[in-house]
């Protein structure tokens, strides 16, 4: 056994990746590289949960701790092997038997060396030697990248909370070699996705994981390749939503949950929604959590089959109201099936050069576009407040000669420096005055309902036609559906459940009304509806009317009183 930490040696990897994850490890400081300190409670819980529990012959068994920072989970763990060392006869004479239940990882070198010397000062407390401590400290600790290290055998548990960074943080050569070796790496994925892959990869038959981590991979585009890698060889046996809990010392924006997953055929998913911080609750919870019996609803856990179904979005929300989504989803096409369009209003990466006072930005006039943002929408009806767009393209899609307009090539050269620096200008340095979207004028003259992306209720507001919309709003248009009544359903009850139960929350409860959760909502077609309840729709979106919206919408999707029921209608 060493007696000297282990510290991992990248020299046998490439030069690039060697050095980016020595930047990483000695640069800057571990809450840099996403880390989030976990509330004692809280750690107990998912120890709990996970099964690694002093009542078990734990020295027999091995736990890995990925990313273990401050010693968050690993000390908690390590006190819990201790005492069920000492209860089975444990004897410093044979510390040799302590030597394989342990492997922890930790990338940054000051917070590894700060808290393999909490370990061992620990291991002295609890009676060890000095030189024990150490022996067993240098063993089970190692200084390194969990998704680049190579481990011998495999772990009955792995617990954690993975660090959370996104991937414009990463070195570019690391984040290669990072997707070169895991398929999850997708999309925008953050760093948590691959960790949860290499974590899963380990498990022994029958092990299990015990996550606390953002629970955006869960409903998101990213998270499908993960998602379906749990739903094809693991069972989701328990998911605790931690959304609006205080479940760490620090605030963060994306909300977490625990997640168990255990290397076993798939089976029912047992769930609790945002729970008390206190031992004792958390204690009593990870009981019924646990219990063979079939869980209580008026308890506060619920228990759903088929949770994890191949790269599907988990639903966890109650099963009353998953009925009723997917009674519409049988029913009734989806929003752009029902011949609806969905999208998003124009980025130009560089808003303060693209961005301005319409009646004093200087180009002609066919150049600019009166724009609309989340500012002019705030009351539910548009309020212009006068800001235009500077329009480079023309009608058919390409860029404008900036020689056929003076004024506008005059405006862009005066701010050509910043307009350069974005990077799809670098990208294609000939089309540099171009803005990240293509401008399409039309839109503008068209009619639409607009959509702020984050909202606690669904926000949707009617413009005539006569506004281009800017990036941080949705747009809706219909060459078939009346927009008005086509307003009144996206204000009521029932689209907001589709977007809660696809979206990812956000701080405060506030929901993410993006294209891909809008798209989700289904529509019966227009010629389906009667002429009445066309005129109930619109006459209750003209006056915003919200209980109109829904007593219209309800009718519209013929709900039962127990549907209406299940969504607070």
Request: overall charge neutral; proline content about 6%.
């Amino acid at each position: 056994m060493p007696s000297q930490p282990i510290y991992f040696q990248p020299s046998l990897l490439e030069c690039p990746i060697a050095s980016a994850t020595e930047a990483l490890a000695s640069g800057g400081s571990s809450e840099a590289l996403g880390a989030f300190f976990t509330r004692a409670e809280v750690v107990n819980f998912i120890l709990d949960l996970a099964g690694y529990t002093s009542d078990r012959p734990l020295h027999k068994l091995r736990l890995m701790e990925p990313s273990f920072g401050s010693g968050d989970f690993l000390l908690p763990a390590i006190e819990r092997l201790i005492t069920a060392w000492n209860t089975n006869g444990g004897d410093e004479s044979e510390i040799e038997d302590l030597s394989n239940a342990i492997r922890g990882v930790e990338l940054h070198r000051d917070t590894f060396q700060s808290t393999y010397t909490a370990v061992i000062n620990l291991l002295v407390q609890r009676g060890l030697s000095s030189d024990s401590a150490k022996t067993l400290a240098s063993t089970w600790l190692i200084q390194g990248d969990f998704l680049l290290l190579p481990f011998e055998g495999d772990f009955d548990y792995v617990v954690g909370n993975p660090p959370y960074v996104r991937q414009e943080l990463i070195p570019a050569a690391l984040l290669a070699e990072y997707r070169r070796r895991y398929q999850t790496l997708y999309d925008r994925a953050d760093l948590y996705v691959p960790f949860i892959e290499r974590a899963l990869s380990l498990l022994s038959p029958r092990g299990h994981l015990g996550f606390i981590c953002a629970d955006r991979w869960m409903k998101n585009r990213y998270g499908g390749p993960l998602r379906r890698l749990v739903a094809e060889s693991f069972h989701l046996q328990i998911y605790v939503d931690m959304t609006d809990v205080p479940a760490f010392h620090t605030n963060v924006v994306a909300y977490p949950a625990v997640t168990i997953i255990s290397r076993e055929k798939s089976g029912t998913t047992r769930v609790a929604h945002q729970p008390n911080i206190e031992a004792a609750y958390l204690a009593d919870l990870s009981a019924r959590l646990l219990s063979k019996d079939r869980p209580n609803e008026a308890n506060g856990v619920r228990e759903l089959a088929k949770v994890p179904n191949g790269a599907d979005p988990w639903l966890l929300d109650s099963s009353d109201q998953l009925n009723l989504v997917r009674r519409l989803e049988t029913e009734f096409p989806c929003l752009e099936g029902a011949g609806c369009k969905v999208g998003i209003g124009v980025a130009t990466g560089a808003d303060k050069a693209f961005i301005g006072d319409f009646n004093t930005l200087d180009v002609e006039p066919d150049r600019k576009l009166p724009l609309a943002t989340t500012k002019d929408i705030t009351t539910g009806e548009v309020l212009w407040k006068g800001a235009g767009v500077i329009n480079p393209y023309k009608d058919d899609g390409g860029l404008v000669d900036l020689s056929d307009y003076p004024r506008l090539k005059k405006y862009l050269n005066a701010r050509r420096e910043v307009i350069e620096a974005r990077h799809c200008a670098k990208k294609a340095p000939a089309n540099w005055y171009k803005t990240i979207d293509r401008i399409t004028p039309s839109l503008a003259k068209k009619p639409k309902l607009l959509i702020p992306d984050i909202k606690g209720e669904a926000h949707v507001v009617y413009e005539n036609g006569e506004l281009y919309p800017h990036h941080n709003l949705y747009v809706v248009t219909s060459d078939s559906w009346n927009l008005r009544a086509l307003q009144a359903v996206l204000l009521s009850a029932v689209s907001r459940l589709f977007v809660a139960t696809y979206s990812t929350k956000m701080r405060g409860g506030f929901m993410r009304f993006q294209a891909q959760y809008l798209r989700r909502i289904r529509l019966p077609s227009w010629d389906s509806i009667p002429s009445e309840l066309r005129a109930e729709l619109i006459d209750a979106a003209q006056n915003l009317d919200l209980k109109a919206c829904n007593a219209a919408t309800f009718k519209m999707y013929g709900m039962s009183p127990e549907e209406i029921k299940c969504i607070g209608g």
